[in-house]
């Protein structure tokens, strides 16, 4: 049966943000634990200044071994330089590892924080976000940008940061002790490096976008494909399945293979200029000791300050790329927060008070599109602990007005309100806590039939979710299996059938008490025994409470204390199950053909 719902689309790309935009709302996170920050960048000055004072030591130590007799060169070179050179090596490791413990928590934090504020942002959208996202998409989005505050946080303060505090260093004692040659040199070769660099990176980031969106999509028609697997199977269309899914791949193959000869290419750029670089430094400290103005110690050093400069220099290059793609992962999930709640509480939303409820929709108007209208001025009321029973052809809005009810979507025009208050001037938890619905279509999460009845009230007992299967006409089912209520359900509870996740869907609705209840087709895939034994357990349990019965079938409406008829969003008929027997219209005419129907059934049984 079709339900009523807005056609679902492809969901728009996120809106594009400037990376410094994604790093300043990244910033706020980490500033959290700015003490903790604070000492772990004096770690890293530590480690740095240790690490440019090894080869000072070693100059030193070199030069007072030059001209000794190897023999005796433990004796002119002084212990307390080669003490030194011990003490400085194990400092670097000290201040190191000691700059990842302290920031080690900031990270993990940050992931974690974010992680679950995107993941409560998505939870209070809308259900027409919901129903136009593409789930693979989302998922695949918010995993990457997770992982990616990880490697951005690693690499700009872990590799990033560090360099160039080492890069200000060396210059900084090149231009002390030698000729400006030097430090022109290398600062003309790193500002050469880094221009090529960003600019070869910023062309590339356009390839790693389409990378991105090629890999979510591809995963995308993945899940969609393995969710709908009996469909798959219904129809042989495992090959046709696959030829989709490799159209996709092949695409993201391209995508790839372009991005990894751009990346050859950066490499290579990038090798040249570091080798032109320390060809002509290398050059510099072998004239100056042929001329002898540079001493053998002088030359190991400038080597070894080589080594220390343009080793991280080449990696400076790599990390830019990840740092920049880590950037585009992480825009797309940032991108998630910047969605627009469209249902929200108002400022001055006031809690629905405990109680019996009544409901009243006063001429309701409503569409999913504005091309596309669903309700016309519809009008009715439900008093407290009385049901009223809403019928009508699929298409004509019955599923609608639970919606609605339960402010999934706002009204266009008119209002609903409960007890008299309008429910957009209620919260949106104590509305909702105060509803129960069992649907038409039952989805279960994948985990055991005890979760997916406690999650009408997670804090019940043992006992009284057992209680609520009883009720349910369910728990001799339950009995049976073999892990009983730790039976697990499968993915959108594909173990049961229809029937037994219809019963599940009644149980967790029992469970969670509600002063007001929805059925939305609550029986429509059970059989006629069960049928009529969970139509008098709803019944009892409508006692006492508020129910919108929304039904196909007209027999399970019959003790309703108002019965609607719906076609296309308007009310034609309304009253009790006699009296609209009795009118002989629309109402009467579905009941005679659902008659005509039950007794082809019995005879085609018989």
């Known amino acids: 049966m079709r339900r009523d719902t807005a056609t679902a689309l492809p969901a728009p790309p996120p809106a594009e943000r400037h990376e410094w935009q994604t790093i300043k709302a990244l910033f706020p996170y980490l500033w959290h634990w700015r003490g ?36 005796h060169a433990i004796l ?61 998409g989302l998922t695949r989005d918010i995993e990457r940008g997770t992982r990616a505050i990880g490697t951005l946080i690693n690499y700009t303060v872990f590799s990033v940061l560090p360099t160039l505090v080492e890069v200000a260093l060396v210059l900084g004692i090149l231009a002390l002790r030698y000729e400006p040659s030097f430090v022109l040199i290398a600062t003309a070769t790193l500002v050469v490096y880094v221009t090529y660099t960003v600019l070869i990176s910023n062309w590339r980031v356009h390839l790693r976008r389409e990378v991105n969106e090629l890999d979510s999509a591809a995963n995308t028609r993945a899940i969609d494909s393995l969710l709908n697997y009996e469909t798959v199977k ?94 585009t992962d992480i825009e797309r999930m940032f991108a998630l927060l910047d969605q627009n709640k469209e249902i929200q509480d108002a400022p001055e939303a006031r809690s629905l008070e405990s109680g019996p409820c009544s409901v009243r929709f006063e001429n309701v108007s409503f569409a999913y599109e504005a091309r596309r209208p669903i309700l016309h001025d519809v009008s009715f009321e439900i008093p407290a602990g009385q049901t009223l029973a809403v019928v009508g052809h699929s298409g004509s809005g019955k599923s609608t007005l639970a919606r609605l009810l339960f402010r999934f979507y706002d009204v266009n025009d008119g209002a609903i309100r409960i007890n008299g208050q309008d429910i957009r001037q209620l919260t949106q938890a104590s509305l909702r806590t105060r509803i129960g619905i069992v649907p038409q279509d039952t989805v279960l999460f994948n985990d055991t039939l005890e979760y997916n009845i406690r999650y009408g009230r997670p804090q019940a007992s043992c006992e009284e979710v057992q209680a609520a299967a009883r009720a349910a006409h369910l728990a001799e089912f339950i009995e049976r299996l073999p892990d009983g209520y730790r039976t697990r359900v499968g993915e959108r509870g594909l173990k049961l059938s229809g029937g037994e996740k219809q019963r599940v869907a009644i149980a967790r609705m029992l469970l969670k008490n509600p002063a ?37 079938r007209l027999s399970t409406v019959m003790s309703a204390d108002e019965i609607l008829v719906l076609d296309g969003g308007r009310i034609i008929e309304r009253g009790t199950h006699r009296a609209l027997l009795e009118r002989g219209g629309a109402y009467a005419l579905m009941w005679a053909l659902q008659l005509q129907e039950d007794r082809a059934a019995i005879a085609d049984g018989a």
């Not at 890293?44 to 023999?71: M, T």
């Not at 029986?523 to 139509?535: C, G, P, V, Y």
């Not at 019944?539 to 409470?545: C, H, I, L, S, T």
Request: glycine share 6%.
């Open 36 to 71: 903790r920050m604070l000492l772990a960048l004096a770690c890293l000055i530590g480690a740095k200044f240790a690490n440019v004072s090894v080869p000072l030591v070693f100059k030193d130590i070199v030069d007072g071994l030059a001209p000794a007799d190897p023999a």
């Open 76 to 136: 002119i070179a002084p212990l307390a330089l080669i003490a030194a050179y011990g003490v400085l090596r194990f400092g670097v490791a000290l201040f190191t590892e000691l700059r990842e413990l302290l920031f080690a928590r900031i990270t993990q934090r940050a992931i974690r924080t974010i992680a679950l504020q995107v993941f409560e942002h998505l939870h209070a959208l809308s259900l027409r976000f919901h129903l136009e996202r593409q789930t693979g």
């Open 234 to 327: 219904y129809f042989n269309n495992e090959g046709w399945e696959k030829a989709r899914y490799d159209q996709q791949m092949q695409q993201w193959e391209a995508a790839q293979v372009r991005s990894q000869h751009s990346l050859s290419w950066l490499n290579l750029g990038q090798a040249g200029i570091i080798a032109v670089g320390v060809a002509l430094m290398i050059w510099r400290a072998a004239v100056g000791v042929a001329n002898g103005t540079m001493t053998v110690g002088d030359i190991v050093l400038v080597n070894a300050f080589l080594i220390q400069l343009y080793i991280p220099l080449n990696f400076l290059g790599v990390l830019y790329r990840e740092i920049r793609q880590s950037l």
């Open 516 to 552: 007001i209840l929805i059925l939305d087709e609550a029986t429509s895939a059970l059989d006629s025994k069960t049928e009529k034994a969970i139509q008098t357990e709803l019944e009892q349990a409508a006692v006492g409470r508020t129910a919108l019965l929304i039904a196909h």
